[in-house]
C-alpha cells in the first residue's frame, strides 16, 4: 500500500467513533464551553429554554473520558503504538488495563433541577392566567419537586367547586356530592388555607357541610358565590361571617334560602342594557326576609313586581327603609301600584331615587306615608316621547315637602309653566317663617319661567347648585349649570336685569 493510502487510511480510522463509546453530542461540547468543570455553575436545557444556574451541577468526569478516550486510541488497529508493538522485540509488557468510566444514575430531568423558588413564581403565573384546576392537580404528578410546589397553599387562592354529575338524578347527585366533600375534608385545611375566593355551583344537599368546611379551614376568604345552590341557611352564612372577617362580597344566585333577617343594605346593579327580559321581584317575600332592610337599591334593573295574587295580604313592608333607588333606564315598568307596596310602612324615609320611572305621578307619591322626604330624585333622562308625561301636579310635592328637601331633581319633566310656578311658589311659605332647606335644584329641560326662578333664589339663600340646561322659556345667556352661592347670586343678578323672554 503507497504511504499516502495508508496515512488517509489512519485518518480516517482516528476520526470514526470506537465501538462501545459514545460519539461526543452537542449537548456535552456546550456544557464544557458553558459551564466548565470547578466553574461555579451548571446548566439545565430544554426544548425552548437554557438556564445557567450557580452551584455544584451533574458530574462530568473530565479525567476520567480522557483516559478512555487514551484507551481507545491505544487499541485501534492503525496507531502508532500498535506499529510499535509490532517490531520485532522481546515480549513486551501487557499494558495496563484501561480504568473504566463511573456508572452515573439516570438524569432525573431539568424539571427536578430547579429551584423551588422559581418553580414557584412560574406555577403562580399559569395560575393566575387559568386557574389552579385543573393545572396543579395535573402538575402534582409530574415529579416529586413538581408535587411540592403544587402543594404550596399560596397557589389555591381561587377555587370553583361543582359535583361532577351535576343535573344527574337525585341519587347519583347526592352521591357524587358526598364522594367530593370526602376529598374536601383533606384539601380544605392541606391546600385551601390559604383561599380567598370560592364559587359553588350546583349543590343541592350537601352545601351546608361545605360551608362549614370553609369557616373552619379559610379565614382569608374575601369572596363567596353560590349559584344554583339549595339548603342555605342563615345560620350557616352568620357562622361563616364570623370565621372569616375578611368577607366582603356573597354573590347568591339562583339559590334558595330561608331569610335574612339581619340585613340592612342590599343592592342590586346591571348595565345599561335595554334588551334584558324584566324580572319579577316578590316585594312581599323580600318584606318578609329582610324585615330590617334600611337602604334598597335596584339600579339599571329591570322589574316588575311579582302578581299578590287574588287572596294575597299586604306584606309587613320595609318599616326601617331610608333609602330607596330604582334608578334606571326610561323604559321602567316601576308604577304607583309597586311603589305604594314597596313603601307602605317606610315612614323614615329620606331619600327616594325614581329617576328614569316616568310611569310614577305626583298623586302617587302624595300617597307615600313618609313625611320628612330630604332628597327627591325625579329626572328624565334621554326620553324622546314627552307626550305621555304628566303637565300637571308637581305642586302636591311640594307642598308635602317643601320644609324638609334638600335636593330636588325635576329634569325633564314635562309640567306646564303655570304648575311650576306654583309648586316653587311653595318654598317661600314655610311654616313658621323658617328657611326653606333647598340647596340643589335640578330643572333642566323644564318650562320654567324667569320670574319663577327668581323667586325661588331669592326665598333660598341656601341654594349652592342651579341646573337651568335646556330650559326654552329663559334667555340664552342663563341657560347652564351654576355651582356656588356666588355664581347663584349672579344668576339672579342677570335675571333681574335682562328683558323678560317670550314664553
Known amino acids: 500500500m503507497a504511504p499516502g493510502a495508508a496515512r488517509r487510511a489512519r485518518r480516517r ?95 432525573p430531568g431539568w424539571g427536578d433541577r430547579i429551584p423551588l423558588e422559581i418553580l414557584l413564581q412560574i406555577f403562580g403565573l399559569l395560575v393566575a392566567a387559568d386557574g389552579p384546576v385543573p393545572f396543579l392537580g395535573r402538575a402534582a404528578r409530574v415529579c416529586r419537586r413538581w408535587h ?61 357541610a361545605v360551608l362549614k368546611l370553609v369557616s373552619e379551614s379559610c379565614p382569608r376568604l374575601t369572596f363567596l358565590k353560590l349559584s344554583d345552590c339549595h339548603g342555605v341557611t342563615p345560620d350557616t352564612l352568620t357562622g361563616l361571617a364570623r370565621a372569616c372577617p375578611q368577607l366582603h362580597s356573597l354573590d347568591i344566585q339562583h339559590s334558595t334560602s330561608s331569610c335574612c333577617p339581619q340585613l340592612q343594605l342590599l343592592e342590586v346593579s346591571t348595565g345599561i342594557n335595554r334588551n334584558n327580559t324584566p324580572l319579577q321581584l316578590p316585594v312581599e317575600a323580600l318584606q318578609r326576609a329582610c324585615p330590617r332592610l334600611q337602604v334598597l337599591r335596584l339600579l339599571n334593573l329591570g322589574w ?77 333622562y334621554g326620553m324622546s316621547d314627552r307626550l305621555t308625561l304628566a303637565k300637571e301636579g308637581s305642586p302636591l310635592l311640594t307642598e308635602k315637602w317643601a320644609h324638609t328637601l334638600r335636593e330636588l331633581d325635576l329634569s325633564g319633566q314635562g309640567f306646564s309653566e303655570k304648575d311650576l310656578e306654583q309648586a316653587l311658589a311653595a318654598f317661600s311659605g314655610t311654616p313658621g317663617g323658617s328657611q326653606p332647606a333647598l340647596c340643589s335644584l335640578n330643572l333642566r329641560g323644564t318650562r320654567v319661567t324667569p320670574g319663577t326662578v327668581s323667586s ?40 333681574l336685569t335682562s328683558p323678560a323672554s317670550p314664553s
Open 304 to 380: 316588575l313586581p311579582k302578581p299578590p295574587g287574588r287572596a294575597a295580604t299586604p306584606g309587613p313592608g320595609f318599616p326601617s327603609l331610608e333609602e330607596l333607588c330604582l334608578a334606571g333606564p326610561t323604559c321602567s315598568f316601576v308604577s304607583d301600584e309597586a311603589l305604594g307596596r314597596l313603601l307602605h310602612s317606610s315612614p323614615n324615609l329620606r331619600l327616594l331615587d325614581l329617576r328614569g320611572c316616568a310611569r310614577i305621578t305626583p298623586a302617587g307619591l302624595r300617597d307615600l306615608p313618609c313625611r320628612e322626604l330630604e332628597q327627591l330624585y325625579l329626572g328624565l
Open 13 to 107: 480510522v482516528r476520526g470514526a467513533p470506537p465501538a462501545g463509546v459514545r460519539a461526543r453530542s452537542a449537548e456535552d461540547w456546550w456544557w464544557d464551553r458553558l459551564a466548565p468543570s470547578g466553574s461555579g455553575y451548571h446548566l439545565l436545557q430544554s426544548d425552548s429554554m437554557l438556564l445557567v444556574l450557580p452551584g455544584s451541577g451533574p458530574a462530568r468526569a473530565r479525567a476520567h473520558r480522557r483516559a478512555a478516550r487514551r484507551a481507545q486510541r491505544l487499541r485501534l488497529p492503525g496507531s502508532r503504538a500498535t506499529a510499535a508493538k509490532a517490531k520485532p522485540k522481546s515480549a513486551p509488557a501487557p499494558a495496563p488495563a484501561p480504568t473504566p468510566a463511573p456508572q452515573q444514575g439516570p438524569d
Open 148 to 208: 411540592e410546589a403544587a402543594s404550596q397553599p399560596a397557589l389555591w387562592h381561587t377555587v370553583t367547586l361543582s359535583p361532577p354529575l351535576a343535573g344527574r338524578p337525585t341519587k347519583a347527585g347526592a352521591k357524587a356530592e358526598k364522594k367530593l366533600l370526602a376529598s374536601l375534608e383533606w384539601f380544605m385545611p392541606n391546600r385551601f388555607s390559604q383561599l380567598q375566593r370560592l364559587t359553588l355551583i350546583h349543590w343541592k344537599s350537601q352545601v351546608h
Open 456 to 495: 325661588v333664589i331669592s326665598s333660598c339663600p341656601g341654594l349652592r347648585f342651579l341646573n337651568l340646561e335646556s330650559c326654552r322659556c329663559l334667555p340664552r345667556g342663563l341657560k347652564r349649570a351654576y355651582r356656588g352661592p356666588e355664581h347663584v347670586q349672579r344668576c339672579l343678578e342677570q335675571l
